[in-house]
């Protein structure tokens, strides 16, 4: 039987060794901030040291982040504010301050990219490193990853959490369990020893909904799922989840550490009428069509985004835009298309309608980062879509469409004047 994996010790006091010290091949590192906007204003703020601090609202919206002290009443990120405060009514609740928060971001990647120039930044407080090559100057993987620790530390005064393994998702998983102030070792040959005895929750891109799916059919663990058969894998999750997930309880992942990876800062596009559009049905569809072909970028470009806006444009050239930031990325346009219909449910159309409605997706990240919604999403909804990027990649975008959109199809069939496509900005 597999041993159960060993708690790492906050601050690696007693060492991060619970699995040996054998980093041979360990060249992954994950460093993750540390509740990183409540830490953060705790730096600012010593005074709120100790205290259950909550970075979100302060009174609608959902939780950014929350200190460890808050997490012990139940408190997570992405939890509405509300239930937040129904949980936690002592907590002190803080807006967050972006631009700060970028600002010691900054240092962070600059402490990460003086130790090796192969890192990946996944968001402002987390990135793969690939230490290969900076072995020779620093020492191996488990030296190198104590000194990036105490290099944050001095640089910024805030906790970093790291996972040393031979893959980046073994890696992502070890820095969480070594959370909070922690260095977490999984020897290559240890990867499964690591792996199955976690429920299937602690696999990367497991949510609530994913692992209620997985313990319906039985499967508990990581192990479990590692001995399912993909086959009955994808008839659970997809054919694109299923095997995913089990290569992954396997510990398998072929994805290297990509150095800088430059993004789009967002996706989109916008729809000029010829005639002003008053019909909101008719805009709906517009949002819709949108959505699908934003969501489809998105999977192309192996990105989830955080935030949705619209740009709305009167004929008197009044132009306003909403925006939206979604409880988690996606690249899903159910979820996108529901969230611009809401934006534009708020928007006042007048008789004379819209010039022009444009759906944009910005927060942008690697779909790594936001596996957990491609995972934990509706089954359905993401079969399907998968289902529909396949046909048009082989039989050309035209050849399928959802079915709010196959009036304007069929009108086009019957001689009417096709409409523009979506130009991107």
């Not at 994996?5 to 040996?20: I, K, L, M, N, Y």
């Not at 893959?167 to 690591?194: M, R």
Request: glycine residues 10%.
């Amino acid at each position: 039987m597999s041993r159960k994996p060993v708690r790492p010790t906050t601050g690696g006091s007693r060492g991060p060794a619970p699995f040996g010290t054998d980093d041979s091949g360990c060249f992954v590192l994950h460093v993750d901030m540390d509740a990183f906007f409540a830490s953060v204003e705790v730096l600012d703020r010593p005074e709120l040291a100790g205290r259950p601090v909550i970075v979100g609202g302060p009174d609608r919206g959902v939780v950014s982040a929350a200190t460890y002290e808050a997490r012990a009443f139940g408190v997570r990120s992405a939890m509405p504010i509300a239930t937040a405060r129904a949980l936690c009514p002592q907590g002190v609740f803080l807006p967050g301050r972006h631009e700060r928060y970028r600002e010691i971001s900054r240092a962070v990647m600059e402490v990460l990219r003086s130790v090796t120039d192969t890192v990946e930044q996944l968001s402002v407080d987390e990135a793969f490193l690939d230490v290969r090559g900076a072995v020779r100057r620093l020492g191996p993987p488990l030296t190198i990853g104590a000194h990036v620790r105490a290099l944050i530390r001095s640089a910024t005064s805030l906790a970093a959490s790291v996972g040393i393994a031979g893959t980046k998702h073994v890696a992502k998983i070890a820095s969480g369990a070594a959370k909070p102030d922690g260095l977490l070792l999984v020897p290559v040959a240890a990867t499964t020893d690591f792996l199955h005895p976690l429920p299937v929750g602690a696999l990367w891109g497991v949510g609530e909904k994913t692992a209620d799916v997985l313990r319906r059919h039985g499967w508990e663990t990581v192990g479990d799922v590692a001995r399912a058969s993909i086959a009955d894998l994808e008839r659970a999750l997809g054919r694109s989840a299923g095997p995913r997930l089990h290569a992954l309880a396997l510990g398998a992942d072929p994805r290297e550490v990509q150095r800088d990876r430059a993004q789009e800062k967002s996706i989109g596009g916008e729809r000029t009428f010829f005639d002003p559009v008053a019909d909101r049905g008719e805009l709906d569809r517009v949002v819709l069509e949108q959505s699908h072909a934003g969501a489809a970028r998105l999977r192309a470009a192996g990105l989830v985004a955080s935030v949705v806006s619209i740009k709305v444009r009167y004929p008197d050239f009044r132009t306003i835009t909403r925006r939206k930031t979604l409880p988690a990325a996606t690249n899903l346009a159910k979820d996108v298309a529901t969230a611009a219909r809401e934006l534009l449910a708020d928007v006042e159309i007048t008789r004379e309608g819209l010039r022009l409605l444009g759906v944009r997706l910005e927060g942008l990240e690697g779909a790594e980062q936001g596996l957990q919604l491609a995972l934990d999403a509706d089954p359905d909804a993401s079969r399907a879509e998968e289902t529909l990027d396949a046909v048009r990649e082989r039989f050309g975008r035209g050849a399928l469409a959802p079915a709010a959109l196959l009036d304007r199809r069929r009108g086009r069939s019957r001689g009417e004047e096709p409409r523009p496509p979506v130009v991107p900005e």
